[in-house]
């Protein structure tokens, strides 16, 4: 059961397909949408020259700065990290089929063996 | 007098519209990280129909991204209403200082003197005002900005420094939730990788995707070090299947494209979980190693012979290795690594302690050259139980009571030419004793007298032989039941000091003199060492005759 620390696992319904063809796919658009946001922030930038001559103006154009890159980055890693979500769907897709095939091969040799 | 135009014009310089156009593309960026979010909300949905721990723990998952994602939304919208706040008032003080400056330069036509001065003064400091709340909300903005915390690397949490006491990585990565662990593997696995004090099964997923990245972003030497280490872990497999071990105990404990010394690359591969195994032995290989050398056989061996249960290994490359030149008659790379190698060790322990697990019985294997190493290293605070150097040149000190405390093994087979030709000595800070003499303190074992020079170097981790029958044994702390030399099988004369004819001398003496020593490691002990594997000459014969 979910959250059971003896770890059994009492059932699962999975459609390996739609994981592979709906699940991932979606995935990837995030992924790819949260990468796209990153070159966007990336691309606000401000130079001080831009808030005059004041006094205040190269702190608050430090912070914009600072923000950027610093944010920029933060929707990076969660482009990847949302990649390597999509990244695992694919694979548990495939996991599961290896599963099932290899049950099948299972019961095609006892059938061999007992005819 | 005060000219307000001089004020005015600093104000002026300002350009609302670039700080409006900065704050449109932090909007841009919002909207596209919502879409991103309901991107992933549609995942979710169309996985409605997947039930099983698999797919709750996709769900946990997935609502982690969808909750980082909404708060970086709001964290950029924020920054964007900090820009627009200062674009309105940067207008607003524009518009006034504009209404101020229009009256001044009506006003200088028709006024002179004293009462220019004082309408100077006024308008002045009217902008000055102006200019101070532009300044307040400049500032006031700044600070919003700066408490800003990014939404996924506040997920993330910090990870420690490279060079952190091991010690405290365990206890950091202890403190952890899975979530937090999960994403630092996903985000981060480049920084953990290099981190001594993680779990075994952590450092490998971290260290087997640097060697994945490596190969692709890197060119030349780096991304030949990545392949290299990528060709030894299918080798790993392999070495392990001929030990009838399983091949999904195999963790990446540590890995470089770069490494010390030639940058040559390191590696450090364990069989067997060494968090969890009660005896933990540690292999460290000699001359000519490099991350493309076949090197984890010996720990593979090892553990085979050990049995796999309560045991593991770890075939350690990480310091530089010399290779078949000038560099095998220098102590450098031993005296570079055995620190490297000490706070390995210090790694290996602090993630064992972390698991819960007993103190570990712990050994450290020197082959050839990596004796020096290992000798360096208990020099240096090994925290080993037991140390053992097979085809010893030397290990620094002609006393085992020098390394850390440990139990020291010496075995040398009896037609070693490396042992023959260095006595054992050659790398003892002064020269006199090596671990196969008497005085230097180690218990020998026995190795495999009938071994033909050409293979004696080279036979110590050989399946059936009773060198890696004594190793198992020493390293399962099976002490009493390890053999002993027989003294008529010794590697070197007895009577400790004295060498076998001409070779430590002669090796010694040459290396004294420019010319010879180059003569005899490149054309002696390199020649001597590779004819005798081809089974043709031996060291001495070789080293004799070059000094002839």
């Known amino acids: 059961m979910p959250g059971d620390e003896g770890g059994a696992v009492t059932g699962f319904a999975v459609d390996p397909d739609a994981l592979r063809t709906a699940v991932a796919p979606r995935l990837l658009a995030a992924c790819d949408q949260l990468s796209g946001a990153a070159g966007l922030a990336e691309t606000a930038t401000l130079p001080a020259t831009a808030l005059g001559a004041v006094d205040a103006a190269g702190e608050f154009a430090a912070a914009v700065q600072a923000l950027v890159t610093e944010h920029g980055g933060d929707l990076e890693r969660g482009a990847l990290w949302v990649d390597d979500a999509a990244e695992a769907v694919v694979q548990a897709a495939g996991t599961y089929e290896e599963m099932d095939r290899e049950a099948v091969d299972r019961f095609t040799l006892i059938g061999h063996e007992r005819w | ?548």
């Open chain 2, 1 to 548: 007098m005060v000219n307000p135009e001089e004020i005015y014009a600093r104000l002026a310089s300002a350009s609302p519209a670039q700080i409006w156009a900065t704050a449109e593309a932090l909007a841009t960026t919002a909207d596209t990280v919502r879409e991103s979010a309901r991107s992933t909300d549609a995942a979710t949905n169309a996985a409605q129909g997947w039930t099983g721990e698999a797919a709750d723990a996709y769900a946990r998952r997935v609502d982690a991204i969808v909750d980082a994602a909404s708060l970086a939304e709001a964290n950029i919208a924020a920054a964007q209403q900090a820009l627009e706040r200062v674009a309105r008032t940067c207008e607003e003080v524009r518009q006034r200082a504009d209404r101020v400056i229009e009256f001044w330069r009506v006003m200088v036509t028709m006024t002179a003197g004293a009462g220019l001065r004082e309408l100077a003064a006024a308008l002045g400091g009217e902008l000055r005002r102006l200019a101070d709340v532009y300044n307040d909300q400049l500032r006031a903005q700044a600070v919003v900005l700066r408490r800003l915390t990014p939404a996924f690397a506040r997920t993330t949490a910090t990870v420690p420094p490279p060079g952190s006491d091991p010690a405290d990585v365990a206890r950091w990565w202890t403190s952890l939730t899975e979530q937090q662990r999960n994403l630092l593997l996903v985000t981060e696995f480049e920084r953990l990788g290099t981190l001594a004090g993680l779990p075994a099964k952590v450092l490998d997923v971290a260290n087997r995707r640097r060697i994945d990245a490596d190969r692709t972003r890197y060119a030349g030497r780096r991304a030949a070090n990545a392949d290299a280490a990528a060709r030894n872990l299918e080798q790993a497999v392999n070495n392990a299947a001929d030990n009838h071990l399983p091949a999904d105990e195999i963790y990446v404990l540590s890995y470089s494209p770069d490494g010390p010394g030639r940058k040559e690359g390191t590696l450090a591969v364990a069989f067997g979980n060494p968090d969890t195994a009660g005896n933990v032995a540690v292999t460290v290989p000699g001359t000519g190693t490099t991350i493309g050398s076949d090197f984890t056989g010996h720990a593979a061996n090892l553990r085979g012979e050990m049995g796999a249960e309560g045991n593991a290994t770890i075939a350690w490359l990480g310091y530089d290795a010399p290779v078949w030149d000038l560099s095998v008659a220098s102590d450098l790379g031993a005296t570079d690594g055995g620190p490297r190698l000490a706070s390995d060790v210090e790694g290996y322990r602090a993630a064992a302690e972390a698991a819960g697990t007993p103190r570990q019985h712990v050994t450290v294997i020197g082959h050839s050259y990596g004796s020096t190493t290992v000798g360096y290293a208990g020099m240096s605070g090994l925290d080993a139980d037991d140390i053992a150097v097979v085809g010893s040149p030397g290990v620094g000190t002609s006393d085992a009571g020098q390394l850390g405390g440990a139990t020291v093994w010496a075995g040398g087979n009896e037609h070693d030419p490396v042992i023959q030709a260095t006595n054992g000595s050659y790398f003892t800070e002064d020269g006199s004793t090596g671990p196969y003499d008497p005085a230097f303190g180690a218990r020998q074992f026995d190795t495999d007298a009938d071994v033909g020079t050409a293979g004696a170097h080279s036979a110590y981790y050989d399946h059936g032989s009773d060198s890696l029958r004594n190793l198992a044994r020493i390293a399962a702390g099976d002490d009493s039941a390890v053999t002993e030399r027989s003294y008529l099988e010794a590697p070197i004369a007895p009577g400790g000091d004295l060498p076998m004819p001409g070779a430590s001398t002669v090796y010694r003496l040459g290396y004294e003199h420019g010319q010879v020593v180059g003569d005899l490691v490149t054309g002696d002990l390199t020649g001597a060492v590779r004819d005798a594997a081809d089974g043709v000459a031996t060291v001495i014969g070789g080293a004799t005759g070059i000094l002839r």
